[in-house]
């Protein structure tokens, strides 16, 4: 069983940065993981941000293009979304998630194992 812990969220004014981090229980096989960063907005369904492929390779949703970076330590067996410009659009909690296969899409209905979230508040 994969566990994931997210951490560093919190309540930034717009244009404010954060960086979240997710960090991952220690299991063998993950660095060929497929990893995401999701949010879930009150009233709405939850999305994909970004993901990480075993390659490194990301994906980003096109809200957030040019302002967020996902990157992955595989020694530490952490996953990181670095979010800049922030909008209040961007308000919402946060999840990481794990998909134990190399293809790496963005739907969330795809991935296997969550974290439990963090918050992120951004006002204007």
């Known amino acids: 069983q994969v566990q994931l812990v997210e951490s560093g969220g919190g309540s930034v004014q717009a244009g404010g940065s954060l960086r979240l981090s997710c960090a991952a229980s220690e299991y063998s096989g993950y660095s060929s993981y497929c990893m995401g960063w999701f949010r879930q907005a009150p009233g709405k369904e939850r999305e994909g941000v970004a993901t990480i492929a075993h390659d490194g390779k990301t994906n980003y949703a096109d809200s957030v293009k040019g302002r967020f970076t996902a990157s992955k330590d595989n020694a530490k067996n952490t996953l990181y979304l670095q979010m800049n410009s922030l909008k209040p659009d961007d308000t919402a909690m946060y999840y990481c998630?794990?998909?134990?296969?190399?293809?790496?899409?963005?739907?969330?209905?795809?991935?296997?194992?969550w974290g439990q979230g963090t918050q992120v508040t951004v006002s204007s």
């Open positions: 998630a794990a998909r134990p296969y190399l293809y790496c899409p963005r739907n969330p209905g795809d991935f296997d194992y």
